[in-house]
């Protein structure tokens, strides 16, 4: 695969992450609280996913994704554990609003994750362009 293919990878991930969070964006504006929790994870596993395979990593799992960041991005700390430790809560919220049909989110909470993804997405691009 060329440089360029490459490139061009990473950027419609990137593009998909913006997208995505737009969404998640939108829908707690309407009150879906557990569908804006899907796609704010959904836009944070795009992000990951882009900086991974700008590295030379292709996860095949969501698992595999969170492991490989922790595992190559926390050396020098090239992605702080509060990052981190996000992706890990934000992946589990995701699993809870998607499969446990009691839970749902309330709008104080996901409000302050769509800012804390808001802060992820910009942090891991970042990193990206570096």
């Known amino acids: ?7 061009n990878i990473v950027n419609q ?12 964006e939108e829908i707690a504006n309407i009150n879906f609280f557990n569908t804006s929790i899907n ?5 944070s596993f795009s992000i990951v996913t882009a900086l ?27 992605v ?3 990052l981190r430790r996000f992706y890990h809560e934000i992946m589990e919220m995701r699993e809870d609003a ?6 749902e989110f309330d709008e104080a909470t996901t409000f302050q994750y769509l800012d804390k993804t808001k802060v992820f997405i910009e942090a ?3 990193l990206i362009h570096e």
Not at 13 to 24: D, V
Not at 98 to 103: F, G, H, I, L, T
């Open 1 to 7: 695969m060329s440089e360029n293919d490459i490139e």
């Open 124 to 126: 891991i691009e970042k």
């Open 52 to 78: 991974l395979f700008k590295n030379g990593f292709t996860p095949k799992t969501h698992s595999g994704t969170r492991i490989l960041l922790n595992k190559h991005f926390s050396i020098e700390n090239k």
């Open 13 to 24: 991930r990137i593009l998909q992450a913006r997208k995505l969070l737009f969404e998640a």
């Open 39 to 43: 796609r704010m994870y959904y836009a």
């Open 98 to 103: 998607d499969y446990e049909v009691d839970k």
């Open 80 to 82: 702080n554990k509060d």
